[in-house]
């Protein structure tokens, strides 16, 4: 079974860069997609960048050309590069491989707060 922590969030301005980290246990992690989710106070939780075993990658419309995921498979941890960060993408911030998203199995989470 694999484990995921996700650190790197906090409080920062419009405009303003955060990356993010997701530390996986087992050795599964370099055969798995990863994504990255949010959400939301009062919404539901949404995909905003993905990338595969091989290292393609998709973003959600709202995030593209400001977030980039990528992934260290030697020491398991996919990251989430956050720049030009708007209000908007303040949300509790989660990574998840497809099994896990299915099993309904998340993390704590790592919270990103925006400031206008």
């Known amino acids: 079974q694999v484990q995921l922590v996700e650190s790197g969030g906090g409080l920062v301005q419009a405009g303003g860069s955060l990356r993010l980290s997701c530390a996986a246990s087992g050795s599964i992690f370099s055969i798995n997609d990863m994504g990255w989710y949010r959400q939301a106070p009062g919404k539901q939780r949404e995909l905003v960048a993905a990338?595969?075993?091989?290292?393609?990658?998709n973003y959600a419309d709202s995030v593209k050309g400001r977030f980039t995921i990528s992934r260290d498979n030697a020491k398991n941890t996919v990251y989430l590069q956050m720049n030009s960060l708007k209000p908007e993408d303040t949300a509790v911030y989660y990574c998840?491989?497809?099994?896990?998203?299915?099993?309904?199995?998340w993390g704590q989470g790592t919270q990103v707060t925006v400031s206008s």
């Open positions: 990338i595969s075993s091989g290292s393609r990658t």
């Open positions: 998840n491989a497809p099994g896990g998203v299915a099993a309904g199995m």
